[in-house]
């Protein structure tokens, strides 16, 4: 059984920092690209980051873009979202979710297994 676990998530004052991490379990997703996405309360998912199966190409939304880092260690089965200079508006459920398809997906249709969520609040 595919399983996504997401922590790291928190309350954190804006301007602060805080590192999300996703381990995967069940089977081996260093061959697969890996990303996150958030929802805010009363919005649609959005898009955050991805990263490739390697960890060579990245890709962001422009509202995180300079201020977020995805990364991943395969020999963990691990992704990662550095997350700094946060916002009010960044607080939102984060998820992580692997797509098995061979290039980066930007939506979440392109993903196929998903994890349940950490919490991430941005207060003022």
């Known amino acids: 059984q595919v399983q996504l676990v997401e922590s790291g998530g928190g309350l954190v004052q804006a301007g602060g920092s805080l590192r999300l991490s996703c381990a995967a379990s069940?089977?081996?997703?260093?061959?697969?690209?890996m990303g996150w996405f958030r929802q805010a309360p009363g919005k649609e998912r959005e898009f955050a980051a991805a990263i490739s199966w390697s960890g060579a190409s990245t890709t962001y939304a422009d509202s995180v873009k300079g201020r977020f880092t995805i990364s991943r260690d395969n020999a963990k089965n691990t992704v990662y979202l550095q997350m700094n200079s946060l916002k009010l508006e960044d607080t939102a459920v984060y998820y992580c979710?692997?797509?098995?398809?061979?290039?980066?997906?930007?939506?979440?249709?392109?993903?196929?297994?998903w994890g349940q969520g950490t919490q991430v609040t941005v207060s003022s």
């Open positions: 979710a692997v797509g098995l398809a061979k290039v980066i997906r930007t939506t979440a249709l392109g993903y196929d297994y």
């Open positions: 069940g089977r081996t997703f260093s061959s697969y690209f």
